[in-house]
């Protein structure tokens, strides 16, 4: 019930949109003349204003921007994260979500406006009655906005989350000239759904007409991708990070495979009493009953404990619905399970069960014959022996098969967790800063190294975890033109230790170059550059002969090369390791504060007390870099942790299958043990008897399911451009934890039958 309610909540999302069929997200390709392309969910603010213009399937679009902004009202002060800058359009294109105070085409139709939701409303002013017409102090300067507006709370299967959308014409002048500034998220509204193909087919020929007009030799290109297809299929995060649609097939095919192994184990188990149940029958058939009577009292049976048992699971389900969200990093509610698509689930559910579990032993037990049964020369023959263990087989087919899958996902986890990354993120504190920060940076860095804990501040736009500016480069003896792609990060001097770079030649930044590369009168800056060695590489250069070599960022920052850092990993390990160049920059919205671990509560402590000082305007709060580490995986994160529990529950589950099929080898041999052991057999002998049929069977299930394992971990696997290998040992493993679980519960049955007394056991037969 828990997964089907996930799963549910997972494949609405965004289908709650009532145009969500028509919109579309604006992808971003470019490449220069050299270089691979390059793709994000990244536009200018030209694209929205240009298809409309010259695209008659456009009807509408926005354009968005999501920074973490400073709100204040009264004595109230926080950094807001779930804060967005939209046009005027916005809730004309995005409808749904409904305005409770204020008219959609005037709420965002100026400057300096803002709607916000009605949790922070109630945040601010107490309660959505009491916000319109309100003024909030929005960023560092302390802008005034007025409240225009306040939306319903977003749903929580919304892509689009926010708290505050500020007017877009409040974020500075819309910049149509050029396709390049591609810092903002656009999304069109089409006229017709059906429209998607044809348009997508006349982006190309338009843009190639437009970079031959504005930039010859550059590529531009836009990809449409439907809005309610971004969640689970685009490989490009929106406002909040995708799942997957893979990990949403693991997840249901989990949930069968356990179902699965429940039916078949009740089958094993059912089976297995047939014994206990025979004199019942044979009784009934006597009375009267006829063998249909007989067979849908036991499918009675089936659907009544099914049926007990649907109703426990909502119960359970609903008690520990907490700790299953903490697991799957959602808000479900247990309201979720009575909502028709998941009360329908269960009722068919419900009912596939107790007919798939129900039949077999319905059909064994009604067909007993009540002669043999009252005469007591019942013997059940081996007539359905095949199925029985046929079920052994698949089920443990199904346990050697999550057992590897889980060894390998948990590898990889682990191998993403310790792989060296070549930068130190270990006790590194990462906080939001702001121009009026910036304006006394040196102070805050000198006055935060003074605590002996902190090894070394470093201000920058972005953190090593994932570094995402776009530009271009080229080596001065090039023509302009002939770009590559690069990433880029405006740094300054204390980077490389803050986060332990490795320098591998040349020198870090001095001071003096921060100052040469920012002056007054910005046609006279002139930038020393680290490269990353895959930089240096896609220039032609060895990292020694490097050094001091002319080269341009774009076309309007020259410099030379000053030093060469060895790769490391700036983006998700599903990608390799990109050209990156660090360049100073005296802007940035990251402070980075390394510190040595010790006494690191104090050294928050510290931290805190200084900022309340330095930074009066702003509220202290910080992350570790380690947290925005573990974001980048974070879908890989939860169906590990889903696989390694459900993992478990499916082998307990093949367990008492099999300790079921035991207990029935066991019973349908009884006067044999007691022969046996009257001629001399001993207790180990009657044991590896009762055993080796079963180690057969766990034989076939594992060479069944090694291969059917490789292929689908390996096929996992490939989307990690860094990845474990697939050792034969984790078989190994899964093959000897199978065969230790069967000696378990195998053995425990057959030692019990060894053990006991042969003159009872001959006696009852």
């Known amino acids: 019930m828990l997964m089907v309610l996930y799963m549910q909540h997972e494949l609405s999302y965004d289908k709650f949109q009532q145009n969500g069929d028509r919109i579309v997200r604006m992808i971003m390709e470019y490449k220069f003349s050299e270089g691979e392309i390059t793709k994000g969910n990244f536009t200018s603010t030209k694209v929205f204003p240009a298809f409309k213009r010259n695209f008659p399937e456009v009807e509408n679009g926005v354009r968005m921007s999501d920074p973490d902004r400073l709100v204040k009202y009264e004595d109230k002060l926080f ?39 009605a949790t922070a409303a109630k945040k601010y002013f107490g309660s959505i009655d009491n916000a319109v017409g309100k003024v909030l102090l929005i960023s560092s300067k302390q802008d005034n906005y007025l409240v225009t507006g306040v939306a319903e709370d977003y749903p929580s299967n919304s892509q689009i989350k926010f708290d505050f959308i500020a007017s877009f014409s409040s974020f500075g002048p819309a910049q149509e000239e050029t396709y390049w500034n591609a810092n903002y998220t656009t999304y069109l509204l089409l006229k017709d759904k059906s429209s998607i193909a044809s348009l997508q087919a006349k982006v190309e020929p338009f843009m190639k007409k437009e970079m031959d007009r504005i930039e010859r030799g550059a590529y531009v290109n836009f990809q449409l991708e439907p809005y309610t297809k971004v969640h689970l299929y685009s490989p490009y995060d929106g406002f909040e990070p995708n799942s997957n649609i893979t990990y949403i097939y693991i997840i249901g095919a989990i949930a069968v495979l356990i179902l699965l192994i429940a039916c078949f184990t009740y089958i094993n188990l059912s089976t297995a009493r047939s014994m206990e149940r025979a004199k019942e029958v044979g009784i009934r058939k006597v009375a009267g009953a006829i063998r249909g009577q007989v067979f849908w009292q036991f499918i009675g049976e089936s659907i009544l404990v099914t049926f007990i048992s649907l109703v426990l699971s909502f119960i359970l389900a609903s008690l520990i619905i907490p700790g299953f969200n903490a697991l799957a990093d959602r808000n479900l509610s247990a309201s979720g399970f009575f909502q028709p698509p998941v009360l329908l689930a269960a009722l068919v559910i419900g009912v596939t069960i107790s007919l798939v579990a129900g039949s077999y032993p319905a059909l064994i037990l009604s067909k007993f014959q009540p ?11 081996s007539s359905g022996t095949w199925l029985r263990k046929s079920l052994i087989v698949f089920q443990f087919t199904i346990s050697v098969f999550l057992i590897v899958s889980t060894f390998i996902i948990q590898k990889q986890l682990h191998f993403i967790q310790n792989k060296k990354l070549g930068y130190d993120r270990e006790h590194v504190l990462v906080m939001t800063i702001d121009q009026k920060i910036m304006d006394k940076i040196e102070l805050v860095k000198t006055t935060f190294t003074s605590n002996p804990n902190i090894i070394a501040v470093s ?58 590369a920012n002056k007054e009168d910005y046609t006279k800056n002139y930038f020393y550059y680290i490269l990353n060695e895959s930089a240096v590489k896609a220039l032609g250069w060895k990292p020694e002969e490097a050094i001091g070599k002319k080269m341009f960022l774009g076309d309007h920052r020259p410099g030379e090369v000053k030093a060469v850092i060895k790769d490391f990993h700036f983006a998700s390990l599903h990608t390799p390791v990109e050209p990156l160049i660090l360049f100073p920059g005296d802007w940035g919205s990251n402070l980075i504060v390394k510190t040595t671990g010790n006494n690191l509560a104090g050294t928050i402590s510290f931290l805190e007390a200084k900022w309340k000082e330095l930074a009066p305007h702003r509220p202290f709060e910080y992350r570790f870099m380690d947290e ?47 022969i046996r052991k009257v001629l001399g057999a001993s207790v180990s002998g009657i044991t590896v ?31 990690f451009a860094y990845r474990v290998d697939i050792s034969w040992w984790v078989f190994a493993i899964a093959g000897l934890s199978v065969l230790l679980i069967t000696l378990i519960t195998v053995g425990f049955q057959a030692i019990k039958a060894a053990v006991s007394n042969p003159v009872k056991s001959l006696r009852s037969e």
């Open 689 to 719: 008897l009762l055993s080796s049929k079963f180690l057969g069977l766990i034989a076939i299930a594992f060479l069944v399911a090694s291969p059917i394992a490789w292929f689908v971990m390996h096929k996992w696997l490939q989307d």
């Open 79 to 117: 950094n807001e994260t779930k804060f967005l800058y939209a046009d005027s359009t916005f809730f004309s294109v995005f409808p749904s979500f409904r305005l409770l105070k204020g008219q959609a085409q005037q709420v965002l139709k100026s400057p300096n406006m803002v709607v916000l939701s």
């Open 371 to 381: 002669v043999k049964i009252l005469k007591g020369s019942f013997k059940n023959t």
């Open 628 to 674: 925005d580490f573990q974001k980048l995986y974070s879908s890989e994160m939860r169906t590990g942790k889903v696989f390694t529990i459900f993992a478990g529950i499916a082998i307990l589950l093949a367990c008492l299958g099999l300790f079921g099929l035991a207990v029935y080898a066991t019973q349908q041999r009884t006067k044999e043990i007691g």
């Open 459 to 516: 201000k920058a736009n972005n953190t090593p975890v994932n570094i995402v500016g776009g530009y271009s480069m080229r080596r001065a003896d090039m023509a302009s033109g002939q770009e590559m792609n690069v990433k880029a990060n405006p740094v300054d001097d204390d980077y490389i230790k803050a986060n332990g770079l490795q320098i591998i030649a040349g020198t870090n930044f001095s001071r003096q170059d921060l100052l040469d």
